[in-house]
């Protein structure tokens, strides 16, 4: 029998599930070692199915996200977290800094019929994860490159480099020396290939902070090139604000802001 894979989706965009998708022909050539049983977004659904390997997308946002979750790792037998949503909280994790039931009233005629969590929390904090993969959203090579190893008994390798690192071996030119730019680069782990240096954008670091990440330094280097410390946290507080590294970076520089 071929090994069992389910994809389930939380609090999120969707995006970490296209890049399954996006794999076209290989994604095809995958379904010829492994039955995807769950994956609503390319069409099976059995949510509650036992499985050798559950791929997880999104944070946990709402009471039913809490109760799902625990019943998807009592059927895995590896669960890996897929996206900043399902590592870090995700850009929605900025609710974690505000009143959510006060900004919530705000919105909404009727807040009652909103049943959401105050909080959007990473997949890591309620249950046990086997592998995290990073990203906004995360590329095909890491998902199949890590299902590939699971199924062969094989501890998937992480990427711990920096992007500084990615656009030395592109040859890429450093957006922060030449342009001035607020790149995110020397504290962000690599993965997307340095895409955005590569096209002259500084990164917004959607791969999550990289090993020990100087963050203060490069706070200070930002204050450098003109930003204010309001500016400095939001570079920090974004799509993985949720990121301890990040989270302690953006609160530090806010209340330098304020102090």
């Known amino acids: 029998m071929k090994p069992k894979v389910a994809v389930h989706k939380f609090s999120s965009c969707d995006g970490c599930q296209l890049a399954f998708l ?8 995958a379904a010829g070692l492994v039955d995807f049983i769950h994956f609503a977004e390319a069409g099976p659904v059995q949510p509650d199915a036992p499985v050798d390997v559950a791929f997880v997308e ?46 919530i009233a705000g919105v909404y005629a009727t807040p009652d019929y909103i049943h959401s969590l105050d909080t959007s929390t990473p997949i890591a904090q309620h249950v046990k994860v086997d592998l995290e993969l990073w990203g906004c959203p995360v590329n095909g090579r890491q998902v199949l490159g890590a299902l590939r190893a699971l199924l062969f008994g094989v501890v998937p390798a992480e990427e711990h480099d920096k992007v500084c690192m990615e656009c030395k071996r592109k040859q890429a030119v450093c957006v922060m020396v030449t342009k001035g730019m607020a790149c995110m680069g020397p504290v962000t782990r690599t993965g997307c290939g340095a895409l955005c240096p590569s096209f002259g954008r500084d990164c917004y670091a959607c791969y999550g902070p990289a090993e020990n990440p100087n963050t203060e330094a490069l706070g200070r280097r930002f204050e450098g090139l003109g930003l204010v410390p309001e500016a400095v946290a939001r570079r920090f507080l974004f799509i993985d604000n949720g990121a301890p590294a990040f989270h302690a970076a953006g609160l530090a520089f806010s209340e330098k802001q304020h102090g």
């Open 22 to 29: 996006n794999l076209g022909e290989a994604l095809l050539q």
């Open 58 to 103: 999104g944070s946990i946002a709402t009471p039913d996200d809490l109760e799902r979750i625990v019943r998807v790792r009592e059927q895995s037998r590896f669960l890996v977290t897929i996206g900043a949503c399902a590592t870090a909280g995700g850009v929605q994790a900025l609710r974690n800094l505000a009143n959510a039931r006060e900004w």
